[in-house]
């Protein structure tokens, strides 16, 4: 059981080596995240993007080290996006990265029909935390990026992927708590309709390998004092692997505040693609996108 993510790192040494492209390479966090894990042995940094900044943004810092960095040369942000984008569907890359750019540009190449990466019907957002406050291991929250406001259909799509994502980290049957609002089915809101829903159709094998219940509002999900007090019986309840959000907006802002106020450090991952797709927010640290960088050797 992962119970930090310096856990990842331990198993990414006994990987092989992947190779790993940055979209739009000039940015700092970006360079620093990529120049430590190569020096780690973790990748072999493809650095796609303006070459003079990313040369300059290398010396400012001191610390990047371009030496085992293969650098093609393209200013041009939509091209540095689909060269890197086509490297990983010719396979000559394993692991795509977002750098100095918007992620909806970049997920416009991964979209592409000729040569993107799409491989499953949805394509979704995971974060792996370490969380300080959560018991005795991680735990994962999607979708916080990608889909903004799912439909049922959306939801089993993400839990498809995640479950399948974290069966890879050796969650075999991962405990997934459908949030809402509040632990009781209500008409009038339809997040604890949807929970209903999807928590039966585990029941009955139409979404497999994952232990699913909900709705359950947030406090019920991670605590099993407060399951015991509202007289929830659930093998989810207190103990969950993964929280399933309602919407890009709820989840957003649980992300955010994992981070700032409860110091969490977090790792994460585009899933449902032919490859993992390391996007992380502009605000995450380089610390942050170390981590994710690792957590997608990991399950590559």
């Not at 995240?33 to 001191?62: H, N, T």
């Amino acid at each position: 059981m992962l119970k930090k993510l310096s856990d990842l790192h331990a198993i990414a040494k006994k990987k092989p080596i992947k190779r790993l492209v940055l979209a739009v390479a000039q940015d700092d966090h970006s360079l620093e995240a990529v120049s430590r894990a190569a020096k780690k042995k973790y990748i072999e940094p493809i650095l796609v993007g303006d070459a003079d900044k990313i040369r300059e943004i290398a010396d400012k810092l001191k610390n990047v080290d371009l030496s085992a960095c293969h650098i093609i040369n393209e200013p041009d942000v939509e091209e540095a996006v689909a060269k890197s984008v086509k490297l990983v569907h010719y396979g000559e890359a394993d692991i795509l990265m977002k750098g100095n750019i918007g992620s909806s540009t970049l997920l416009k190449g991964v979209l592409n029909k000729e040569w993107g990466l799409r491989r499953n019907r949805v394509i979704s957002h995971i974060a792996l935390f370490e969380v300080a406050a959560y018991h005795h291991k991680l735990i994962a929250l999607t979708d916080v990026a990608m889909n903004i406001a799912p439909d049922l259909n959306t939801k089993v799509g993400i839990l498809d992927n995640s479950v399948e994502f974290l069966r890879k980290l050796g969650i075999e049957q991962p405990k997934v708590a459908v949030l809402g609002a509040v632990e009781l089915v209500n008409e009038m809101m339809p997040a604890t309709m949807d929970a209903a829903l999807l928590s039966k159709m585990a029941d009955r094998g139409q979404i497999k390998n994952c232990i699913i219940d909900g709705p359950l509002a947030f406090d019920n999900a991670i605590s099993a004092a407060s399951a015991k007090h509202k007289g929830i019986i659930s093998n989810v309840a207190g103990d969950a692997d993964l929280l399933l959000l309602p919407d890009i907006e709820a989840g957003n802002v649980l992300y955010k505040s994992f981070i700032f106020f409860a110091n969490a450090k977090t790792a994460a991952n585009v899933i449902g693609a032919s490859a993992p797709i390391v996007l992380t927010s502009r605000s995450d640290s380089e610390e942050s996108k170390l981590d994710s960088i690792v957590l997608a050797v990991v399950v590559n």
